[in-house]
């Protein structure tokens, strides 16, 4: 492949829109945020499932995720003459950055399905939430 031709292929892939290149998808954590930077200005916004996250809109060409409750849902993100800007899956993780869940199984004592529990961690790991709510978390 001559020079030329690599620089060719290079500008086609730079040209494809966000929503064509991006794979990855917005991981946040529930009750936290994430800043997503776009490279034009946003006219609108659409959430898939707004039970899951929730958008903000911080400035032309940056909107805060956040998250509400675990799952997954799109976020759609649309600039002049409704061309799609941003494409992209939200996953919503229990507990956020730093949280581990700890699922115990089912015994004597314990409701069907286990026993839940999201620790969130930094130096150290305190209990954040337990039970039937960290499960529907």
Known sequence: MS????FALAAAFAALSPAAA??????????????VTLAKPARSVVVGDPTVADVS????????VFGKRPGGTTLTVLGGGRAVLLEARVVVHP??????TVTYGAGKGIDPGGRTVVYACGSSCSRAVEGKEAAAR
């Open 57 to 64: 809109v911080e400035g032309p060409n940056r909107l805060a």
């Open 3 to 6: 020079r030329l031709q690599a």
């Open 95 to 100: 507990g956020g950055a730093g949280a581990v």
């Open 22 to 35: 991006a794979d990855a998808p917005i991981e946040v954590g529930a009750g936290h945020a994430a800043l």
